[in-house]
């Protein structure tokens, strides 16, 4: 049943809610009077300012990294995205297809090779190459690609003794919008602080260089995978090589982009 | 429209927010010029590291874009709507990774800090924020800090400090509507 809250109760109230504290069924009650009350919504709105002073004052952080307007662009622009065109079945099945099934390549050779001497290891390797296929699946249905021929899918393969135990890129050329890259890293441990953020680069001719994501701690999912997708001008087509670093610039994964 | 000069007028906060909602790239940057500082000062304070603080910058935008059609200008400004977004996403975070309800986010000590005239790369809602600040007394401020950068109720305010719940909140209260009548350059009651 939904608390009743009058004027009076409200206005108690008003200062913890606009500084955050209000706990959450007495915030809710008092968002709800907000909702119909206009004279209780202006006070309100004057506490709140008032209180987001105190955020304005903070000392201010050394300024943030250059890159950082771009991400936040390149985000809310692919977010707003204008209808994007889903792509075909037959596609995003060869796509899927490309990720589970290079059994005789990258990490899957690699995972294949320790099960012969550890099975519980080989279990894992299947679910989390089960968990990339899933979530990959579920990244590429909000992406527009053309076809089979603009995907290019790059199997990662761990360095010895890394802690990440897989993943993947796949580049999709467009040659109208932007060339979209998605990475996803799997048996990835947030507990690791220092290895955070994960640098995902694509590596091209005369040392050309070009970062695609960056997978902070936070991403993590539960089930110790996470992948970014970002949109670039550049064309994804010319790389040739895909390196993933941890944050002490150790190279932990690496993969050949297959050629056209 | 410069990012760093005067404050907006309600139809400029429409404009840019529906140039958000829109995945407009001027309105995108505009609103990054502006604002960006301030939430990534935020996350740098409240989540202690440079990369969190990228990541809140990140969500605090991607979380305006999502929100961007409930925004109304006759309801509240853009720059509290946005620290308020970026207020209530840097508390989730931190009770999440931490895993208790009551996240203790920084040192009273730390802030707020009032600068100095002179201070390093004056900011528009910063300026007007330290002035606006310097009307509280050292014991308004710790106690607004202990409840906004701390997250203390007033209850547990209260209890800490020996004093009735009833104080605290009017306490509260009153230091929230002082600093607005410095916003609004009215003198003190």
Redesign the interface.
């Known amino acids: 049943m939904r608390a009743s809250v009058d004027c009076l109760s409200a206005r108690d109230r008003l200062a913890e809610h606009a500084l955050g504290t209000l706990p959450g069924r007495e915030a809710r009650g008092v968002e709800r009077h907000l909702a119909w009350c206009a004279a209780c919504r202006k006070e309100a709105r004057e506490l709140q300012d008032a209180a987001a002073t105190l955020a304005f004052a903070l000392r201010p952080a050394p300024p943030p990294p250059p890159t950082l307007e771009e991400r936040v662009v390149r985000s809310v622009r692919r977010a707003a995205g204008r209808p994007a065109a889903r792509p075909g079945r037959a596609a995003l099945a060869w796509v899927l297809a490309a990720v589970v099934g290079l059994a005789g390549l990258g990490w899957g050779a690699v995972m294949a090779g320790r099960a012969e001497r550890f099975e519980r290891a080989a279990l894992e390797a299947e679910r989390r190459q089960d968990l990339i296929a899933r979530r990959l699946a579920a990244l590429l249905e909000t992406v527009p690609f053309a076809g089979r021929h603009d995907a290019r899918v790059v199997q990662l393969t761990p360095a010895p003794s890394a802690p990440v135990a897989g993943g993947a890129v796949v580049l999709l050329a467009s040659p109208r919008r932007l060339d979209l890259a998605v990475a996803l890293l799997a048996g990835l441990d947030p507990g690791d602080r220092g290895a955070f953020p994960y640098r995902v680069s694509l590596l091209g001719p005369r040392g050309r260089q070009l970062l695609v994501a960056r997978i902070g701690a936070h991403e993590v999912g539960r089930d110790g995978s996470a992948e970014e997708a970002g949109e670039f001008p550049e064309d994804l087509s010319t790389f040739t090589d895909v390196v993933v670093r941890d944050a002490r610039g150790a190279v932990v994964l690496r993969g050949r982009v297959p050629t056209a | 429209m410069d990012a760093r000069q005067g404050p907006l007028l309600p139809r400029e906060e429409h404009a840019l927010v529906a140039g958000?909602?829109?995945?407009d790239?001027e309105a995108?940057?505009t609103l990054?010029a502006r604002f960006?500082?301030?939430v990534?000062?935020?996350?740098?304070?409240l989540l202690g590291s440079?990369?969190?603080?990228?990541?809140l910058?990140?969500d605090v935008?991607?979380t305006a874009?999502?929100k961007a059609a409930q925004f109304d200008a006759a309801?509240?400004?853009l720059?509290?709507w946005l620290?308020?977004i970026?207020?209530?996403l840097a508390?989730d975070?931190l009770r999440r990774?931490t895993g208790v309800s009551r996240p203790n986010l920084v040192p009273v000590e730390?802030?707020?800090?009032?600068?100095t005239e002179g201070d390093?790369?004056p900011?528009l809602?910063?300026d007007?924020?330290?002035r606006?600040?310097s009307c509280l007394s050292e014991p308004e401020r710790r106690l607004?800090?202990r409840?906004?950068?701390r997250?203390?109720?007033?209850r547990e305010i209260a209890e800490a400090d020996g004093v009735p719940l009833g104080t605290v909140?009017t306490r509260?209260?009153a230091a929230?509507?002082k600093?607005?009548r410095a916003?609004l350059g009215k003198d003190q009651p």
Do not use: C
Not at chain 2, 20 to 23: K, S, T
Not at chain 2, 50 to 55: F, G, Y
Not at chain 2, 110 to 115: M, S
Not at chain 2, 151 to 154: D, F
């Open positions: 958000l909602l829109a995945g790239e995108i940057r990054y960006a500082r301030p990534y000062t935020m996350g740098y304070r440079a990369e969190a603080a990228e990541e910058t990140q935008f991607l874009w999502r309801r509240g400004r720059s509290t620290m308020t970026a207020h209530n508390v975070r990774e730390e802030v707020p800090e009032v600068a390093e790369e900011v809602e910063r007007a924020a330290v606006a600040l607004l800090a409840a906004y950068f997250g203390l109720t007033a909140k509260i209260r929230l509507i600093i607005r916003q």
